[in-house]
Structures are given as structure tokens and as C-alpha cells.
């Protein structure tokens, strides 16, 4: 039997020193100040900040937040509610089970960069502070309060590293700097939040419903932003705001809750994204939808043959167009050569059949081959059938494709007489072209998404991951590598036509120029392998997100011109260089990039 002593304090041992904020401002202080700048924040939304209805969302009005106001409501709420958490006030603990601080400073920054970049705008487009009322000044004031406060909590500090004593000055600078960035990252981080309670399935199934309408909510107001500033502002507080919830527990406690009722998810989730028609008023917003879901499914697919088997694969497009074109040769169109017109069943049948052709045609000579050679091989068949389409014109080839200018004038669907092309009227909501096709859409991407679960989960599922994982190893352990990566991308091939036959009809024309490699509108080959590696490989709900966010981001950024491709890159590395796991990781790759790192060593240039 062991007893464990506690050591006597010796007068001489010196007292622990408090732990202190980013700042020199008492803790304390530093919690009033990032309370109330947040409480102050909410209060002068409902003053005017300009005086001029010129500027997007009339600021104007006193007493009703507008325009960007309301995304400054809603971070100085966030904040001024993470804050009391942060003081224990009964009931608001639960919202910080991974700790308030961190949040606040995440919650905190949101507000001010949202506020600051409203007051910047206003000044930029009107001319001048001057046309800054003060309702603008005090919301700058108080989000800047809010934000010292939040830096002003306490939070661990890393010891530095000792300096080796034979750097050079410049080298001392960076040993510095360094040190700064560690501190700064410690302060922004948070520790694992506490498991998550048990609770009556009810109330965990109303959670998920809770969960699912504030989803559906914020990517409604994301899409209906009517000008670009709200974007921008949008874009900041949704972010920021995201980061704070993920700090204190929140994100991870609804991840527990999701992930024991993962049937219930996935039909909240459905139900939820084929309500979004109904929120619009026209088939403005509808258009991106069904798009978004185009690019959605096609991702998805993609993650079966990347995310799972670990085949990169850069011609993926092509598939797509394998569907689409052979959809549209049978679609009825004047432009096709065969002058068929199949129902809606053989036409989905038809493009997923091409497309599942050309990939077992395409990856039975390659599959041999692994990584980059693979990569180009890929990327070349990607060219070639975008070359060969284009030259069936009739003059450098036979005339099946019509060469550059594609098979035009494609008719609208008819499901059991349902004219896809016409509005409708449900329950008193006009259904328009756009939301038939979106609700069409919907149902496939559904196919897509019970196709992905059950074959992952299946005994080809984990031949597929430990393909990806160690082909070698695999090989091995008796996995026939060629046949398990062959079935990969076929099927992946056959999602991807099975997307295609619906975006011929959706687009009502089919070109060459659509299955680029690369290029500035989506979908392409580049714009999918980001989709998935942006929102997780491996995972069903990463690929959805990233390829919405992908579509979305630059429908938005327009207003930025030449410049618009920079800025997407931009938040692209920025976004690799802090999450390269994804924004919904897969479990086992989140601890690839995050596993512990050893201790540090100092080697100076006399050894170590």
C-alpha cells in the first residue's frame, strides 16, 4: 500500500504568480469590460450609424437594426452571453463546457471585426468619418472595449524556449516572435470539453431539430445577402462566431448528440435542406441551390475515390460530362445526331451506365500505377475527353457532340407528367423550375449519400481504407488491390454521370468548355479535389459543406473582379494552414495533424 504525501512548503519557495491576460489589464477588469462592451455592442444597433440611406441596409432608422447591424446584434449578443457564462451565472454554464475564455476572445473579435469593417465601409462609400453618426462611434467603442477585455483574460502561457547564446541577432528576433505566436495560440485555445450529459432521446432528438432549423436559418440569410458588404459581414461573424462555439464545447457536445442519432441527422438534414425553396420568394436563390447540390453530389462521389481508396484522381470532371452528354444525346434535343428521346428513368440510367463504362475503361489500364503517376494519367484523360468532344463536329471528327458549340436546346424533364420546366403551386408556395430541379436533385444527392454510407461501411468500405492507408500492407494481408480501387472508381464514376444527367437538363445546353480542369466557375476538377480535402475526406457531411461553400464564396465574391480568385485562394491557404484536416474531419486524419508533438530541443551551432 502506497500513501501519497504532499510535499510541506518551505518558506523560501516563492507563491505561484496569477495568471494574467494578453494585456496588462487586471482579469477582473478584463471580464467587466468584455460583459459589458458586449451588452453596449447590442444597445447601439438600435441607433442610427449613418445618416444617409445611401449606404446598403439603411442604417438610419433608430430602434431597428438593419443591414449589417444585425450581424453586430448578433456578435455582441454571443458575446455578452459567453461572458456571464464566464462568471457561472446559473443556466448559462452549459453554454461553455470546454470553458468561456477562449470563446469570449473569439465571440469579442467577431463583433469588432464586423463593426470596424461596417464604420470602414460606411466612410469608403460615402466619403468621409464624417458621415459616421454616433450610433456607428459608440458600437466601435464598445466592440474595441469588448475586445481589450477578452484579451485581458487569463490564459496559460508556454515557457520560452532558452535562446542559443550563438545566434545571431536576426535569429533572436524570430526566437521572439515565435514565442509571441505560441503565446497568442494558447490564449485562443481551448481544452477538450466535458462529455456531453446523458438526456432523454426526445430531448436529443429536439436538439437535432434545433440544430438543423438554425443551419437552414444561416444559410439562408448566407444566400439571400442582397449586396456585398452584408456578404462580407456575413461571412466575418459566421466564422468568427463558429470558432467561438467550437471553443466553448458546443460544436463538440452537438457532434455527440448527432452522432447517436445519425439516421435521425440525415433525415433532419434532408427535411431541412428541402424546406429552403419555401423560405424564397422566386427561383432567384433556387438557381444556386441546385447548383450547389450538382457540385455536391459530384464531390461526394469524388470522396469515395479520394477520401476513401486515396486515388487522387484530377480528371474527374470528365465523368460528369460522360453523364451529361450522354443524357443530352438521348434527351430529344434537335442538336443530338440520334434523334431519341428515352423518360426520365433511362436517362438517369443511360448517363450512370456511359460514365461507369468510361471509368472501369479508364482505370483498368491505370489503376497499376499509384500517387502522381496516377494523378496525371487522370489529368490527362480529363483533357482528352474534353479535346475529343470538342472535335466530333462533323468536320475534324464524326458529327456527335457538335463540336464547340454542344448540344443545345435540351428539354425540361417529366417525371409521372410532372413538367419539371413548369411552376407549381403546393400548399400556396409557387414551386418554380429551379426548386423541381433542386427537390430532383435533392432526391439524388440522397442516393448518393446512402451509396457513400453503406459502401463505406461494408467489407469493400475498409478494403478501401486500407488501401488508402497502406497499399503494401494491404497487398499483403490478401486485399486484391486492383480490384478494390477498379470498383472504387466506378462507382464513383457512375455518381458523378448520375449528377451529370440532371445538370444537361438543368443547364439546357452541354459544351466542352464546362469540364475544365480549372477555371473560375465551378464545377471543374480542381474546384472538386478542393471540395473534398476543404471539407473532410472521408465523411459525408465534409464534401457537402466544402462544395457549398466553394460555389457559394465565389457566386458572392464577384463584386471583386480580377481580384476575386486571389482572395478565394487566400482564405483556401489560410484555412489549410490552421484546419488541414477539413472543416468536418474524419476522425482518424484529425489525429494525423494534431497528434502530440515531442518535446522541443535547442541545438545551437556548438551541438546540441
Known amino acids: 500500500m502506497t500513501t501519497q504525501t504532499t510535499p510541506q512548503k518551505t518558506s523560501g519557495t516563492p507563491a505561484a504568480a496569477p495568471a494574467t491576460g494578453l494585456i496588462g489589464i487586471p482579469p477582473r477588469l478584463g471580464r467587466a469590460l468584455a460583459t459589458g462592451g458586449g451588452l453596449l455592442t447590442v444597445l447601439s444597433t438600435f ?172 444559410f439562408t440569410y448566407g444566400i439571400g445577402t442582397e449586396y456585398d458588404e452584408a456578404f462580407v459581414g456575413f461571412l466575418i461573424t459566421a466564422g468568427l462566431g463558429f470558432a467561438a462555439l467550437h471553443k466553448a464545447g458546443l460544436i463538440a457536445h452537438a457532434s455527440q448528440i448527432t452522432a447517436r442519432h445519425q439516421n435521425i441527422t440525415l433525415c433532419g438534414a434532408f427535411v431541412a435542406a428541402a424546406l429552403f425553396p419555401f423560405t424564397q420568394t422566386d427561383d432567384q436563390y433556387a438557381t444556386i441551390g441546385v447548383y450547389i447540390l450538382i457540385f455536391a453530389t459530384v464531390a461526394l462521389g469524388l470522396n469515395i475515390v479520394v477520401g476513401l481508396a486515396g486515388l487522387l484522381d484530377l480528371g474527374y470532371v470528365a465523368f460528369l460530362g460522360v453523364g451529361a452528354y450522354a443524357a443530352s444525346l438521348v434527351s430529344g434535343s434537335p442538336s443530338s445526331p440520334l434523334d431519341l ?113 453503406r459502401s463505406g461501411d461494408s467489407r469493400i468500405g475498409r478494403a478501401w481504407v486500407a488501401i488508402r492507408e497502406d497499399e503494401t500492407a494491404a497487398l499483403a494481408m490478401g486485399i486484391n488491390g486492383f480490384r478494390v480501387k477498379l470498383i472504387a ?38 474546384f472538386l479535389l478542393a471540395a473534398v480535402v476543404l471539407g473532410g475526406m472521408g465523411t459525408i457531411g465534409g464534401p457537402l459543406i466544402g462544395a457549398a461553400l466553394l460555389f457559394l464564396i465565389p457566386n458572392k465574391l464577384q463584386f471583386l473582379g480580377d481580384y476575386q480568385l486571389f482572395a478565394f485562394g487566400l482564405a483556401l491557404i489560410l484555412l489549410m494552414r490552421f484546419r488541414p484536416e477539413g472543416l468536418i474531419p474524419n476522425r482518424r486524419r484529425q489525429l494525423e495533424f494534431h497528434e502530440e508533438a515531442d518535446a522541443p530541443a535547442v541545438l545551437g551551432k556548438t551541438g546540441a
Open 47 to 218: 441607433l442610427a450609424w449613418t445618416w444617409t440611406s445611401a449606404f446598403p441596409g439603411d442604417l438610419t432608422v433608430y430602434g431597428y437594426p438593419g443591414g449589417l447591424q444585425v450581424l453586430v446584434l448578433i456578435g455582441g449578443a454571443l458575446t455578452t452571453l459567453l461572458g456571464l457564462a464566464s462568471y457561472g451565472v446559473k443556466g448559462l454554464r452549459r453554454l461553455t463546457p470546454a470553458g468561456a475564455d477562449p470563446a469570449v476572445r473569439f465571440a469579442a473579435l467577431g463583433a469588432f471585426a464586423t463593426t470596424w469593417y461596417t464604420v470602414l465601409a460606411i466612410s469608403y462609400q460615402l466619403g468621409g468619418l464624417v458621415n459616421v453618426e454616433p450610433g456607428g462611434w459608440i458600437a466601435a467603442a464598445a466592440t474595441l472595449l469588448a475586445l481589450l477585455g477578452a484579451l485581458a483574460l487569463p490564459c496559460p502561457k508556454p515557457q520560452p524556449d532558452p535562446i542559443d547564446p550563438d545566434s545571431t541577432p536576426w535569429e533572436q528576433v524570430r526566437h521572439r516572435l515565435a514565442h509571441t505566436g505560441h503565446t497568442v495560440k494558447a490564449a485562443f485555445a481551448a481544452p477538450a470539453p466535458r462529455p456531453v450529459p446523458a438526456l432523454p432521446s426526445y430531448a436529443e432528438i429536439l436538439i437535432i431539430v434545433g440544430i438543423m432549423a438554425l443551419a437552414l436559418t444561416v
Open 489 to 526: 472508381f466506378a462507382v464513383g464514376a457512375s455518381l458523378a454521370g448520375l449528377a451529370g444527367t440532371v445538370q444537361a437538363h438543368v443547364t439546357y445546353t452541354v459544351t466542352p468548355e464546362q469540364y475544365l480542369f480549372a477555371g473560375a466557375i465551378p464545377p471543374n476538377s480542381a
Open 341 to 453: 428521346h428515352l423518360p426520365f428513368w433511362a436517362t438517369v440510367l443511360v448517363g450512370a451506365a456511359a460514365s461507369l463504362v468510361f471509368g472501369v475503361l479508364i482505370g483498368a489500364p491505370t489503376l497499376r500505377l499509384r500517387g502522381d503517376y496516377l494523378a496525371i494519367v487522370t489529368l490527362g484523360f480529363g483533357e482528352i475527353f474534353r479535346i475529343t468532344v470538342n472535335n466530333l463536329d462533323g468536320t475534324s471528327g464524326p458529327d456527335v457532340t457538335n463540336g464547340s458549340n454542344g448540344i443545345s436546346a435540351i428539354p425540361n424533364l417529366k417525371i409521372f407528367g410532372w413538367d419539371l420546366g413548369a411552376e407549381h403551386t403546393v400548399a400556396g408556395f409557387t414551386i418554380g423550375r429551379f426548386a423541381n430541379y433542386f427537390f430532383l436533385m435533392l432526391l439524388i444527392t440522397a442516393v448518393v449519400v446512402l451509396v457513400f454510407r
